[in-house]
């Protein structure tokens, strides 16, 4: 099993970045995005599970929008409206199956290696 997540990087506050995170091993388990910054603990951000259910943290509805392509096994994170306070170190996870129960870091598995997202003012 492995999660390969992409697509940070540096960008100004309003600006937009789309974060892919490509899985193996697995198919149609629920997915979701986390992130952590320096000295917080890691924060939900969004779950999409295998029929396409979505659920969003409070800090994000409406600025981030969770897909997935079954194809390509791949499930994708659209941020808009960025602002610094979405600075850090974004995690995409994998629950053990369709279904995920919480949305607590526990509640997932399989975990991907992280990918830095920076948001200047």
């Known amino acids: 099993v492995q999660l390969q997540a992409s697509g940070g990087g540096l960008v100004q506050a309003g600006g937009s970045l789309r974060l892919s995170c490509a899985a193996s091993?697995?198919?149609?388990?629920?997915m979701g995005w986390f992130r952590q910054a320096p000295g917080k603990e890691r924060e939900f951000l969004a779950v999409?599970?295998?029929?396409?259910?979505?659920t969003y943290g409070d800090s994000v509805e409406g600025r981030f929008s969770i897909s997935r392509d079954n194809d390509r096994n791949t499930v994708y994170l659209q941020m808009n409206g960025l602002e610094p306070e979405d600075t850090g170190v974004y995690y995409c996870?994998?629950?053990?199956?369709?279904?995920?129960?919480?949305?607590?870091?526990?509640?997932?598995?399989?975990w991907g290696q992280g990918t830095q997202v920076t948001v200047s003012s």
């Open positions: 996870a994998a629950a053990a199956g369709s279904v995920v129960l919480g949305t607590t870091p526990g509640a997932y598995r399989y």
């Open positions: 091993g697995f198919r149609n388990n629920a």
């Open positions: 999409i599970r295998a029929t396409g259910g979505k």
